[in-house]
C-alpha cells in the first residue's frame, strides 16, 4: 500500500472531485487488497465494527453485491435498503430517510440514486460518510476506479494511451466518471455514438468527439462499449437495436482495428449482439469480468480510506 500520502476526502461523490494523486492512491490501495480476494478465507478484521449501509434506489447487480461482498471481506456489518423495501414508497422525502438512517449511526452509506446529485445532498445532512454508487447520469465513480485500475494492471500505465468508449455517452454515468479519470490520468478519451446520445459538453469534460466509428476504435488502446439505457429515455433517440448493431456495434472487424493488444471493456449489463458482438465479448482481449474482480478490490479501497477520515 502506498504511504506518505494523505487522502483527504470524507465521501466519495465523484471523479471530478478526485485529483491525479488521489486516483493514483485509491488504485494503489486497492491493489493491496485484491489478494484478500484470492486466499482461501477471504476476511480481515479492518472495519470490523463499522456499519455501512447500502442505499440503493435503482436497480443494481455488480455495483451493490460488490459493495456488500467488500464490506463483508473487511468484517463490516452491512445492510441493504432498496426503494421498494423502504418508506419512500410512501411518499418519504430522501432527506428524512437519510436522517432516520443517520439517527442509527451508521459510518458509512453508500446511495444509487436516478437523480443526478441525490449524494451531495445527502452527504450534506447526514454525518455519516457518503459514497456515490451512481447518481442519475452524472456520475459513476467507483466504476470509473475499476476501469482504471483494470487499464493500470494490463498496460502498466494510464498516460498516453488512446481510450475508445462508444455508445450512449448521453445518458451514461459510467462514460463521464471515465472520461474525468482517463483524462486527469493523462490518456486520451475518444467517444463515437449516435448524435442524439451525445451530451453538447464533451470537450468541456475533455473527451474528443471521432467523425465515425472507425476513427474512434482505430489504433485505441482500449475499447469500451455501453449499453443503451432504455429506462433514462422519455423518447425513442434511436430508430431501432437492429440500426444501432448495424452502424454502432462492436463486431470483430470494427475490434481489429484497434492495436492488437487493445483491452475490450463493458461495465454491463451487456446487450449482447446491440452494442457487442457475443465473439467480441467472450474473445481473449475482452476484460469485462477483471473489472467485476477489480471492483471489489476498489470498493474496499475506497471503505477503508473514507473510514479513515471519519
Do not use: C, W
Not at 147 to 156: A, N, S
Not at 168 to 194: C, N, Q, W
Amino acid at each position: 500500500m502506498s504511504t506518505g500520502y494523505f487522502f483527504s476526502h470524507r465521501h466519495v461523490l465523484g471523479i471530478d472531485h478526485l485529483s491525479s494523486d488521489d486516483i493514483q492512491y485509491i488504485l494503489d490501495t486497492a491493489e493491496s487488497f485484491k489478494e484478500i480476494s484470492a486466499r482461501p478465507i477471504k476476511k480481515v478484521p479492518t472495519l470490523r465494527g463499522n456499519t455501512i449501509i447500502n442505499l440503493f434506489f435503482e436497480p443494481s447487480t455488480r455495483t451493490r453485491l460488490s459493495f456488500e461482498v467488500a464490506a463483508k471481506r473487511m468484517s463490516a456489518d452491512t445492510f441493504n435498503i432498496s426503494a421498494s423495501t423502504s418508506s419512500a414508497v410512501k411518499g418519504e422525502t430522501l432527506i428524512d430517510t437519510a436522517r432516520n438512517i443517520d439517527a442509527m449511526h451508521p459510518d458509512i452509506i453508500i446511495i444509487r440514486h436516478s437523480f443526478s446529485g441525490a449524494p451531495h445532498m445527502l452527504s450534506r445532512h447526514v454525518d455519516a460518510a457518503v459514497i456515490n454508487a451512481g447518481d442519475g447520469t452524472h456520475e459513476h465513480p467507483s466504476q470509473g476506479l475499476l476501469d482504471l485500475m483494470t487499464v493500470r494492471e494490463h498496460k502498466g500505465k494510464l498516460h498516453g494511451l488512446k481510450i475508445a468508449i462508444i455508445g450512449d455517452i448521453l445518458h451514461s454515468r459510467v462514460a463521464h466518471s471515465d472520461i474525468l479519470g482517463f483524462t486527469k490520468m493523462g490518456s486520451e478519451v475518444h467517444v463515437y455514438g449516435p448524435a442524439t446520445l451525445l451530451p453538447p459538453d464533451l470537450e468541456h469534460l475533455g473527451a474528443t468527439v471521432a467523425p465515425s466509428l472507425e476513427e474512434a476504435v482505430r489504433d485505441a488502446d482500449v475499447v469500451m462499449t455501453l449499453r443503451i439505457q432504455k429506462e433514462r429515455q422519455s423518447d425513442p433517440l434511436i430508430p431501432s437495436f437492429r440500426e444501432y448493431a448495424q452502424q454502432y456495434g462492436v463486431t470483430r472487424e470494427v475490434a481489429d482495428l484497434a492495436r492488437p493488444d487493445a483491452l475490450i471493456m463493458h461495465p454491463g449489463p451487456i446487450n449482447r449482439g446491440i452494442e457487442l458482438m457475443p465473439d467480441v465479448a467472450d474473445g481473449p482481449r475482452s476484460v469485462i469480468l477483471e473489472q467485476v474482480t477489480n471492483g471489489v478490490a476498489v470498493r474496499m479501497a475506497l471503505l477503508y480510506l473514507v473510514m479513515g477520515n471519519s
